[in-house]
């Protein structure tokens, strides 16, 4: 069966540090798309990507960075760890830029 | 900017006491408003998508309607198999989803 993947599912890492989240997905979906979800603000959109070397911010994207070299692949990179980046991390993917979202099954991140 | 509030935040119901869960939005050229239900430690599960005013989809227990302005997701005879938290989100055209907070649901037996 076609899924999504997220690694690591747990980190804990220190301020400062660069942290990367892969997300692969075996679906061949051209979009791509990472969220952040926090209590008290629901799921928030950080990049999205609707194919190969196209990357675009969404609405929390300051302090983070990704790039997509293949269809299945996109990595969220934490350029340097901030408190505030504590958060759970959702990847997803749509077959269409009309159709419903497949989401992995989140990265716990905690930031010290 | 493209808003969606979810109310009630949180719901208690006993097992087989049938509600709803609203979901307004303001979003200018609507091309489809979904729900999710999230279990805790996972990823949202897609559940339905809505496209046009008066449209309706069921599925088991639950019933998704739609209007200009507002969605309800109806859940009739609930189980607490059925506690979650529902996610609801909209889309214009071509852009990507914008989620509500969501609501959590907890059916006791």
């Known amino acids: 069966d076609a899924e999504i993947t997220q690694s690591p599912r747990h980190k804990i890492t220190e301020t400062g540090r660069q942290v990367t989240l892969a997300c692969h997905q075996t679906?061949?979906?051209?979009?791509m798309f990472w969220y952040r979800q926090d209590l008290g603000h629901g799921l928030r959109l950080i990049h999205y990507s609707y194919g190969v070397h196209d990357t675009n911010k969404g609405e929390v994207s300051d302090g983070y960075s990704v790039s997509r070299s293949n269809t299945e692949d996109l990595p969220l990179t934490l350029e340097s760890a901030a408190s505030s980046q504590t958060s759970v991390y959702f990847c997803?993917?749509?077959?269409?830029?009309?159709?419903?979202?497949?989401f992995g099954e989140g990265s716990r991140l905690t930031v010290l | 900017e493209d808003q969606v509030t979810q109310s009630p935040e949180a719901l208690r119901l006993q097992e087989g006491e049938s509600s709803s869960l609203n979901c307004s939005y303001t979003v200018s050229g609507l091309r489809g408003l979904f729900w999710y239900r999230q279990d805790p430690g996972k990823g949202p599960e897609f559940l339905f998508t809505l496209y046009s005013a008066g449209e309706e989809k069921e599925k088991e227990r639950l019933k998704a309607t739609l209007t200009k302005k507002e969605s309800f997701l109806h859940i009739t005879a609930p189980k607490p198999e059925d506690s979650a938290t529902y996610l609801c989100a909209v889309r214009r055209r071509n852009t990507p989803l914008v989620f509500g907070k969501g609501t959590r649901l907890s059916v006791i037996a």
């Open positions: 997803a993917s749509s077959e269409s830029l009309s159709g419903e979202l497949f």
């Open positions: 679906w061949n979906h051209n979009n």
